[in-house]
């Protein structure tokens, strides 16, 4: 059986916004990986950014910063 881990996981509104971030994550470095939205998240679309949690305010900011609207941002073990 895999091991859960925590994550932070942006949900967005739109798969534009999904890539957006994800786009902004690698040209800063930021660890992390686009994912299919969880099934305790619910989505306007079907893509979720899943970090570290020690991110979180990082890509509150970032995100906020870049005119990237995120949905919600939720502390999940995945």
Not at 5 to 10: K, L
Not at 41 to 57: F, K, M, Q
């Amino acid at each position: 059986m895999r091991r859960r881990i925590p994550r932070c996981v942006v949900s967005f509104h739109t798969t534009a916004g999904a890539m957006a971030a994800e786009r902004l994550c690698r040209r800063e470095g930021l660890e992390g990986k686009l994912i299919s939205v969880p099934r305790s998240v619910t989505s306007d679309c079907g893509l979720a950014w899943s970090a570290p949690p020690e991110l979180r305010e990082i890509l509150e900011r970032r995100f906020r910063e870049a005119g990237i609207e995120a949905a919600g941002f939720h502390a999940l073990t995945l």
